[in-house]
Structures are given as structure tokens and as C-alpha cells.
């Protein structure tokens, strides 16, 4: 199995400060034939399901505002909150779906400092 | 835009077993990859297993094999996921998700809660 490893396990950020979480993946994610690793990110907040938010890892899903970015390529992968908003508080996770069984990070909580 | 949509909340016996459906609408189910996830009360993220209409057969994770059984009926657009043996640990809100021709899991129902108490 792909083992998703996120970091850090939480971060209080300052609103309209920049937010940075990584997600490393035990092996690549890139796919050879079409060079795209098979990497998504979701935001969770309570009593909600997940929610889409960049996959490929640096598209965004539609109506996802533009301060959140994705990077990497392989097995080292960033999600990026350029400037903290109020409802960004949320539980972040990123996935691998290169492969079944398919795998998440353990998680990172925002929260506002 | 596909919507999902499951079955309501259940509480079950240690050692029973429970189904939990999930219905979309929306697209196309037969090119729909479905998973179900589960999320234990202030846990994560756990992959349960999958299934692609188109081909017919279920994956599932390792821990879940012999346990856990996820079918489709094309003729509804609704997927089950049926576990067995429950105990205490299977406590969790379970999700179906999905998205066509790939298992990214763009589309997610509502959960059901799944509680296991005696």
C-alpha cells in the first residue's frame, strides 16, 4: 500500500497569513504515460463530508478561490493557503489515486491564530 | 453534476451486520468508480473499498477483505456496502464517493452513521 504522509499534524495561522502543508507519499504517483501524478486534496470542516479541492495536484476544482494552490510532482507534494480566510478553518487531507487501495494522509487542522 | 445520496443512520448488535446505500444521480453510473470511506468519531480518512460498474468486480482494502461486500444495481444507479461481524471499532460515519472513470472522489454523499453498541 501507498502510505500518505502529512505534515504538520495541526498549524494556527494569522488571518491573511500564508498556510503550508506537505504530503509525502512512500512511492511516486506519476503516472508515466500521461506525466500526471494522481494526487488530490480535500478540505473537511465539522459535520461535513469532504470537499474536493485540487487534484492533478495544482487544479482546482471549480469554484475553489485561487488562494489555494498545489504543488509537487512524485512523492512530495504541498497544498498552499496563500492568505487565511475565516472558512478555511477546516481539516485538510490529501490522497493518492494512483492506485488502489487508495490511501489518505492523516490529516492537518487549520485553525486561526 | 452527480449527486449521491445514502441511507439513513443505524444502530447495530456486536457481531451483526449492516448494508448502507447510495444512490446517484446525475451521470453516468456504469463509467462511475464508487468508493466507501469511513471516518471514526475525531479520526481520519479510511478507504473501505471500491467497485466500477463497467468491470463489474469490487476491491477492497486488505483489513476489510472477507468482511466488507460493495455491489451495484445499474438498473437503480445505486451502490451497497455491506459489512459483517461488526464490533465496537466499526463505529464510524461511512461515505460513498466517486467520480467517472477514475477513482478520484470528486462527488461525496451526505454519510451514514454507522453505530455498533450492545
Not at chain 1, 503550508?20 to 507519499?25: D, E, G, V
Not at chain 2, 447495530?12 to 446505500?21: E, F, Q
Amino acid at each position: 500500500d501507498i502510505v500518505m504522509t502529512q505534515s504538520p499534524d495541526s498549524l494556527a495561522v494569522s488571518l491573511g497569513e500564508r498556510a503550508t502543508i506537505t504530503c509525502k507519499s512512500s512511492q511516486s504517483v506519476l503516472y508515466s504515460s500521461n506525466n500526471k501524478n494522481y494526487i488530490a486534496w480535500y478540505q473537511q470542516k465539522p459535520g461535513q463530508p469532504p470537499k474536493l479541492l485540487l487534484y492533478w495536484p495544482s487544479t482546482r476544482e471549480s469554484g475553489v478561490p485561487d488562494r489555494f494552490s498545489g504543488s509537487g510532482s512524485g512523492t512530495d507534494f504541498t497544498l498552499t493557503i496563500s492568505s487565511l480566510q475565516p472558512e478555511d478553518v477546516a481539516v485538510y487531507y490529501c490522497q493518492q489515486y494512483y492506485t488502489t487501495p487508495l490511501t489518505f494522509g492523516g490529516g492537518t487542522k487549520v485553525e486561526i491564530k | 453534476q452527480v449527486q449521491l445520496v445514502q441511507s439513513g443512520a443505524e444502530v447495530k448488535r456486536p457481531g451483526s451486520s449492516v448494508k448502507v446505500s447510495c444512490k446517484a444521480s446525475g451521470g453516468t453510473f456504469s463509467n462511475y468508480a464508487i468508493s466507501w470511506v469511513r471516518q471514526a468519531p475525531g479520526q481520519g480518512l479510511e478507504w473501505v473499498g471500491g467497485l466500477m460498474p463497467l468491470f463489474g468486480s469490487a476491491t477492497y482494502a486488505q483489513k476489510f477483505q472477507g468482511r466488507v461486500t460493495i455491489t451495484a444495481d445499474e438498473s437503480t444507479s445505486t451502490s451497497y456496502m455491506e459489512m459483517s461481524s461488526l464490533g465496537s471499532e466499526d463505529t464510524a460515519l461511512y461515505f460513498c464517493a466517486g467520480y467517472t472513470g477514475s477513482w478520484r472522489l470528486d462527488h461525496w454523499g451526505q454519510g451514514t452513521l454507522v453505530t455498533v453498541s450492545s
